[in-house]
């Protein structure tokens, strides 16, 4: 994967220039060095490289500002940020605008080489084959404006590798928008992986997500994959983020920064490459204040973070959403109700939906298995009692 690859290390600091390009040419990479931002771009300008490693902290031009610009000049190249831990948000911002990855300092030099690994490996598959930018009308149903910005950023996103942080009330569409980032990324050949961390006991948690070894404690008689051996080269999507217990909150910090874990028992360790997306219906910044969720692992979440509005603010998507669940639930059951009348539109729109599109699915579900053969269009006796009074 290295050999004849360029990398441009940015670093105002003579000596971490020096290890640098010592230790990439060690692993058959031409390398290039620049003292400041402005000498980087200016390399950039007349040079193509694969990967580029900046500092932050430098003379002249922060390494911020040389990503901005070198993502102009050359959109195609990774760049990954070199960062004190105290700039970590700032960091992710970076990300944000399309940095790869970001490495604190004092930098681990295998980990930093393994991001490097990892880098060129994600642009390979991106030139492979690029995902379509127009979504069909089954992929993810939204007229309003505000889902209209959601499904533009999923276009905008799905074809990187930066972890995705979902939130939003219980219902309103958290694992769809995961799965349609799945479908439109580069990996959506491989498996897309979905775990309830609120559904799973905390005993049962950890070994689910990573897995065992035979006789790691009693009752394992033989090794068991774990979630993320499972979603291996595609995507993990952990919904109730917020439940997990701190145990399994250090160990996927380092899944996250190393790219590999242990299963329960085991002596080595695994490596994977799972793009993982998060969910959550709670506030884990309160959550950090309260000392139950780390503060780091908050970090490396919300990287590129979505937020998915309640249905009773999206009052555009009702009659959409309730008419497309008609359709999939009359052709199920032989019925002809695919329409919503006027009346019954009317009390839909005037309540507001505490369990969002989960509970609109379920009353259109409801509706079609009430209603007779031959109705075609959805009246308000067909909705739920509660709903109508509440309406």
Known sequence: MSKGKRILIVDDEPNIRRVLESAFEKEGFRTATA??????????????????????????????EVQREAASLRPEMPVIVMTAYGTIPQAIQAIRDGAYEFVTKPFDLDHLKKVVASALQEEKKASLGKKASVLGP???????????EVVQTVEQIADSRATVFITGESGCGKEVVAKLIHRLSPRNRAPFVAVSCAALPETLLESELFGYEKGAFTGANGSKIGRFEAADGGTLFLDEIGEIPASVQVKLLRVLQEREFERLGATKPTRVDVRLITATNRDLQAAVD????????LYRLQVIELHLPPLRERGEDIRVLAEHFLRRYSAENVRSLTVVGDAAYELMSRYRWPGNVRELENAMERAVVLAGPADEILTPSLLPASLRRAA
């Open 35 to 64: 003292e400041d931002g402005r000498q980087a771009l200016e390399r950039l300008e007349s040079e193509a490289f694969d990967v580029m490693i900046t500092d932050v902290t430098m003379p002249g031009m922060t390494g911020y």
């Open 138 to 148: 089954d992929d993810f149903i939204a007229t309003s404006p505000v889902m209209q």
């Open 290 to 297: 309260e000392g139950t969720f780390r503060l780091d692992l």
